[in-house]
């Protein structure tokens, strides 16, 4: 299966003599690691753009709306025009404060994209020079030589940590995800 994040792909097909090698072994796959920080920044990134053009139309249909009430408040008086008024207000808050939301929402998902794409390039990195300074026990083993086994497993135990240390940071780093818990919007 393949990784949705190029540099982890990338990073899967350096990891594969390190993998065979591990197999044999009996350590953790490093590539099944891997897959634990898989993720797609570039599908966040295009759901906010699409919330940002919800946003807009968000905007535009508020100022349609006020148009209209302007409108239609000319053209009556008294009591009904206040009571619209009062209504209209209210409606324009929602309308406000949803836009105000998308708006919100659409930067935190630029950012966490952002965030996400960054610790992808950097596990992805350390995870291939692990594997790099490991190539010649991943080669020895390989090729009969069990004395490399040690070599190998440390290997493997030391990306399996680095993994889960890049997926703690995301948990750590998107504490700003804390407040979309809660509604914007009344009902």
Request: proline share 4%.
């Given at each position: 299966?393949?990784?949705?994040?190029?540099?982890?792909?990338?990073?899967?097909?350096?990891?594969?003599?390190?993998?065979a090698a591990a197999a044999g072994a009996g350590a953790p796959d490093p590539v099944d690691?891997?897959?634990?920080?898989?993720?797609?920044p570039q599908a966040i990134r295009e759901s906010a753009?699409?919330?940002?053009?919800?946003?807009?139309?968000?905007v535009m249909a508020r100022l349609e709306f006020?148009?209209?009430?302007?409108?239609?408040?000319?053209k009556w008086g008294g009591e009904p025009a206040a009571q619209f008024r009062t209504r209209a207000d209210e409606l324009d808050v929602h309308y406000r404060q949803a836009a105000e939301a998308a708006a919100r929402t659409a930067a935190v998902g630029l950012d966490l994209a952002e965030l996400?794409?960054?610790?992808?390039?950097?596990?992805?990195?350390?995870?291939?020079?692990?594997?790099?300074?490991?190539?010649?026990a991943a080669d020895a083993l390989l090729s009969g030589d069990r004395s490399a086994e040690v070599k190998v497993r440390e290997a493997c135990a030391t990306?399996?940590?680095?993994?889960a240390r890049g997926v703690a940071t995301i948990g750590e780093a998107t504490t700003f995800l804390d407040p979309f818990g809660t509604p914007v919007l009344d009902a």
């Open positions: 299966m393949p990784f949705l994040h190029p540099a982890l792909e990338k990073a899967a097909a350096a990891l594969a003599p390190l993998r690691a891997l897959r634990r920080i898989d993720c797609s753009r699409m919330l940002s053009s919800g946003r807009d139309v968000l006020e148009r209209g009430a302007h409108r239609a408040e000319r996400l794409d960054r610790l992808a390039d950097q596990t992805a990195a350390q995870v291939v020079s692990i594997a790099e300074a490991a190539s010649r990306i399996t940590e680095a993994v």
